[in-house]
C-alpha cells in the first residue's frame, strides 16, 4: 500500500530550503556588515538573536526562563556600557520579564502552578490608583512622566507571584539562592579588582556620555586629601553597585543560615560570599552601603538568635554561623588591609573623617538627619503644590530620557529625600499611603517570619523581612532612588513572594532537616518488620 504522508512531512523539503536561503541571505549581511566596518550593528544583531533565543526559552518553561531574565538583569548594566547605552538595551529585561508575566499568568490558568492572594495588596493598590490619576495632574508637563512613574513603582510588584510559584520545594530555594551567591561573589569580586586597578578594568575607554559621570566617580578626604575611585563592577554607577551590595549582603547572610539548618555540610560558598561583600564594601567608598551592611549583620545575627531551633538542640549551628561570618569577614578585611594598604587606607580615612564624633569633619548626623529633613522641608515651600503633586514621575529617577525624547527641560521639582519626592510628585497623600502600604508589608511579613521561627527557613525569612523593611524606609528617608533602581526593587518584590511560598515548603513531610533523627532500636525495627509482614 502507498504511504500517505502528512501535508507537514511533504512541506519539509520546502522549509528546508527556505531556511538554507535565509542562513545565506544572513551570512551574506553580516559579511556586508563586517566588511564596512559596522561592528555595532552585528552587536545588536547577535543581542537580538540572543534575546530572541530567551523570550523561546521563557515561553516553553517559564522557570528556566526566569533565570535567563535574571542574570540578564544582573547584566544588562555591562552590556548598556560597551554598547553605547542604547534605550532599547534598557528595557531589555522589562521585555523578557513581561513574557516571564504572560508565561506564568498562561500555566496558573491551566492549573499547573500556585496563585496566592498577598494580603497587603488592599493598602497597595491605593497607592497605585492614586498614582494613576496623578498621571492626569494639571501640572504634569506630559503624560510620559506618569507612565514612567507607574513602570518605577509598579511593574515589578507581580514578583511576588513569581517568587512564590518558583520555589515548591527546598531544591528550589537552593537553587534560587545558589544563583545570588556566585552572582555576589562575581560581582563583588569586580568591584574590588576595579577599586584596586582602576575603573578602566571592564569599562570601556570612551563610556556614553549619559553614563560618563556616573562611571568615573572619584572622591576626596575631607582632612587628609587622598583621592580615591568609585568602582561600579558590572553596573554603569557606583551607586547601584553599592546597593547591590546590601541586598547581596542580606540575602547571603539568611541563605548561608538556611543551608545549615537544612545540611549538617558547611555552606563554603556562602561563607565566602559574605567575605567578598565585606571586602567590596570596604572599597566601596560608600558610608551609606558600609552602614547598611554593619547594622544588618548585627540586626539579622540578634534575629538568627532569637529564632534559632532551640527545641531541636540545634541552635548551635547558627551560632557556628554567625562565628563562621564574623571569622571569614575579618580575614576578608585583613586581606585587604594588608596586601593593599594604600587602597584600603584612603577608604578607611574618608569613613573616620566623616563618621567618627571626634572628627573635624563629621558629617553622619547631617547626613542621615539634618539634609533629608531638609530636603523635606522644602517641599512644602516653593510652588505650594505639595497638597496634590505636579504628577507621578515628575521627580522620579529617569525624568532626563523623558525630557530627551521631548525635547525639553525636565522638571525642576525634584529633591533627594524620598517622602519629600513622592510628595512632590502625588502630594501628602501619596507619603500617607507609602507608609501605610510599607507597614502592610512588613507586619504580614513578620507573621510568615513567626510562622517559620524554629524551622529551617527562619534565618531566609528574617533576612528578607529586613530587607523590605530597610528598603521601604531608611533607604527611602534617604532617597526614592533605592525603591525606583529596578535592582532594589525585582530583589524585594521576588523575594517577597518566596517569603510566603515557604511555610508551605516547611510543612512539607518528606523533608526533616531541622530535627534529629531518632535512633531506632533493633527492636523496634524487628517489630516494624513483623508489622509489614
Known sequence: ???????????????????????????????????????RALEFAALGVAVCGAAIIILRNWRAGFYSFFIWMLVEDLVRKYMGNSTLL?????????????????????????????????????????????????????????????KLYFYYVPLIYVGYALVRSDEDVKKFLNVNIIAAIVIAAIGIIQAIRGNHFLNPAQLAPDLRNLGNLQKVTP???????????????????????????????????????????????????????GAATLLCGNRGALLFV????????????????????????????????????????????????QKAGSRIAFYSETLLPSSSAYQLSNRTWDYPLQNLLDVFGGQGHWIVGTGTGTASLG????????????????????????IAEMGILAAV?????????????????????????????????????????????????????????????????????????????AVSATAPSRQISGFERFRRAIHVH
Not at 539579622?300 to 531541636?312: D, K, N, Q, T, V
Not at 525635547?407 to 525642576?412: E, I, K, L
Request: with cysteine; charged share 10%.
Open 90 to 150: 534598557f528595557f531589555g529585561k522589562d521585555v523578557l520579564l513581561g513574557l516571564v508575566y504572560v508565561a506564568l499568568y498562561l500555566e496558573i490558568r491551566r492549573g499547573k502552578e500556585k496563585w496566592f492572594r498577598a494580603p497587603f495588596l488592599l493598602f497597595l493598590s491605593l497607592f497605585f490608583w492614586l498614582a494613576v490619576l496623578e498621571i492626569f495632574n494639571e501640572h504634569s508637563p506630559n503624560i510620559l512622566y506618569g507612565l514612567l512613574g507607574l
Open 223 to 277: 582632612i587628609s586629601g587622598e583621592v580615591f575611585n568609585l568602582p561600579d563592577s558590572v553596573f554603569v554607577s557606583a551607586g547601584r553597585l553599592d546597593m547591590f551590595l546590601i541586598v547581596g549582603f542580606v540575602l547571603c547572610m539568611g541563605a548561608t543560615g538556611y543551608m545549615l539548618l537544612r545540611s549538617r555540610r558547611r555552606s563554603m560558598a556562602g561563607f565566602f560570599a559574605i567575605g567578598t561583600i
Open 433 to 509: 499611603l507609602w507608609i501605610l502600604w510599607g507597614a502592610a508589608v512588613l507586619y504580614y511579613s513578620w507573621k510568615v517570619v513567626r510562622r517559620l521561627r524554629g524551622t529551617r527557613f527562619f534565618p531566609l525569612a528574617v533576612a528578607i523581612a529586613w530587607y523590605a523593611f530597610l528598603l521601604i524606609f531608611p533607604m527611602t528617608w534617604g532617597s526614592l532612588s533605592g525603591y525606583q533602581d529596578y535592582l532594589c526593587s525585582i530583589y524585594m518584590w521576588l523575594t517577597i513572594g518566596i517569603l510566603f511560598r515557604l511555610p508551605e515548603i516547611a510543612a512539607n513531610p
Open 1 to 39: 500500500m502507498r504511504e500517505t504522508r502528512s501535508p507537514l512531512m511533504r512541506s519539509q523539503p520546502v522549509i528546508g530550503l527556505l531556511m538554507f536561503l535565509a542562513a545565506l541571505w544572513l551570512a551574506w549581511q553580516a559579511g556586508q556588515t563586517i566588511l564596512s566596518g559596522n561592528f
Open 294 to 341: 554593619m547594622g544588618s549583620a548585627l540586626a539579622l545575627s540578634a534575629g538568627f538568635i532569637w529564632g534559632a531551633p532551640w527545641r531541636w538542640g540545634q541552635a548551635h549551628r547558627i551560632l557556628k554561623a554567625i562565628r563562621n561570618s564574623v571569622i571569614v569577614g575579618a580575614l576578608a578585611l585583613a586581606t585587604v588591609v594588608l596586601f593593599f594598604p
Open 399 to 422: 525624568t532626563q530620557y523623558v525630557s530627551s525624547l521631548l525635547g525639553q527641560p525636565p522638571p525642576n521639582d525634584w529633591v533627594e529625600e524620598g517622602f519629600g519626592v513622592l
